[in-house]
């Protein structure tokens, strides 16, 4: 009923910007917080930062600084502006969301993007 879909990831030098976007789509009712997650081969999927439907924003250490979080509610978007990228920041990135449904029962439902591939290469 919910979907969330990533997209702008590629290939990109170190020292280069990429931003990524989250679009949301189906039945939705209002969404929470929404969150970007990475994994790089070979490695556990990890936090990357959160903003809450109030555009607060928290950020892992290791993107401090250099990526910037926002979302635009009227589109159900998120994005992810990525800069002074390094290649360990070189992984898959999955878009994550609180959503409340519009249905009977208004459940939240917790839903993933399908990941977008980055990598950070020269």
């Known amino acids: 009923q919910v979907q969330l879909v990533e997209s702008g990831g590629g290939l990109v030098q170190p020292g280069g910007s990429l931003t990524l976007s989250c679009a949301a789509s189906?039945?939705?009712?209002?969404?929470?917080?929404m969150n970007w997650y990475r994994q790089a081969p070979g490695k556990e999927r990890e936090w990357v930062t959160t903003i809450t439907d109030g555009s607060s924003a928290n950020y892992a250490d290791s993107v401090k600084g250099r990526f910037a979080i926002s979302r635009d509610n009227a589109k159900n978007t998120m994005y992810l502006q990525m800069n002074s990228l390094k290649p360990e920041d070189t992984a898959a990135y999955y878009c994550n969301a609180l959503v409340r449904v519009a249905s009977n029962t208004m459940r939240v439902v917790e839903v993933w993007g399908q990941g977008t591939l980055v990598t950070v290469s020269s």
């Open positions: 189906g039945s939705i009712f209002s969404i929470g917080a």
